[in-house]
């Protein structure tokens, strides 16, 4: 099992690359189930996440999530 911080920094570092992340993506690439969750945590510290309402192939919704730019240190 990985450690709690371990997911987060593994998705921040995920968005610095200019990569957009979903939630399957999160699960598959780092085990996370909430990547809601870490996004919302990741905002709270600072950093400016876009939310993209997108559609998958068989016509469900889900969030997509992209990092706008740098947190304010």
Not at 16 to 41: E, H, S, W, Y
Not at 55 to 73: E, P, T, V, W
């Amino acid at each position: 099992m990985p450690k709690k911080g371990s997911q987060r920094d593994g998705i921040l570092r995920f968005l610095q690359a200019g990569k957009m992340i979903t939630p399957i993506d999160a699960l598959n690439m780092f085990g996370c189930l909430r990547l809601a969750t870490v996004i919302f945590d990741l905002r709270q510290e600072g950093w400016d996440i876009d939310t993209i309402d997108t559609k998958s192939a068989n016509g469900k919704n889900f969030a997509s999530y992209k990092l706008r730019m740098k947190a304010n240190d």
